[in-house]
């Protein structure tokens, strides 16, 4: 009986561990894609970026070497919801010396818990990428990159801050590191009509 018993036994592990072994049946197309479609639905942290949609001007201030004074540039900018709700594409016209253009988007990616930007300059003729958080009132919104110099092609760590003081006026501020030590390279000031 004991014999009986133990070889039961063994033949269920042997069972379980046969069946641990199968594959999970996969999902259908149809259920990835309604995973999918769930997943991408805008959601709380896509409101914190509702003060980056509407229209305004920006000025600019580019501070090419620390101790000079500033490069400053005025731009026109128009900021619109796209894809359902899911990202915020930025447009800048302006002019710095010769007429510009830059486009952004801005959007929360939940697989990260980051939100995503990624920013096209007409001027330096580059696309730039970061990953921020964002603080828990949801009004500073903080990323740290590697970008590469338009000037010289070498690396620049970039810290950059993005900062809604109102529902009109946000700040952003760009640091970078030269030799271990941090300084300002740009500030743009956005105000929203």
Excluded at 172 to 185: F, I, M
Aim: hydrophobic share 40%; proline share 6%; charged share 25%.
């Amino acid at each position: 009986m004991r014999t009986c018993l133990f070889s039961m036994m063994v033949f269920a592990l042997v069972v379980s561990a046969v069946r641990a072994e199968e594959p999970a049946k996969a999902p259908s197309a149809e259920e990835v894609m309604k995973q999918m479609a769930a997943a991408g639905q805008p959601g709380p942290e896509h409101k914190r970026l509702e003060p980056f949609v509407g229209t305004g001007e920006t000025t600019t201030n580019m501070f090419m070497v620390p101790s000079a004074q500033p490069l400053e540039m005025q731009a026109t900018v128009e900021w619109e919801w796209i894809m359902g709700g899911r990202f915020v594409q930025e447009k800048v016209r302006g002019t710095a010396e010769k007429p510009y253009e830059a486009l952004g988007l801005m959007g929360y990616d939940r697989a990260k818990q980051k939100y995503t930007n990624v920013y096209l300059c007409g001027m330096a003729g580059m696309m730039f990428y970061a990953e921020s958080t964002c603080d828990e009132a949801g009004k500073v919104f903080t990323s740290v990159s590697e970008q590469q110099c338009p000037l010289t092609g070498g690396p620049i760590q970039c810290r950059d801050e993005i900062v809604i003081e109102s529902p009109n006026r946000i700040v952003v501020r760009s640091y970078h590191t030269t030799d271990g030590k941090e300084s300002l390279a740009m500030e743009m000031i956005q105000t929203r009509k």
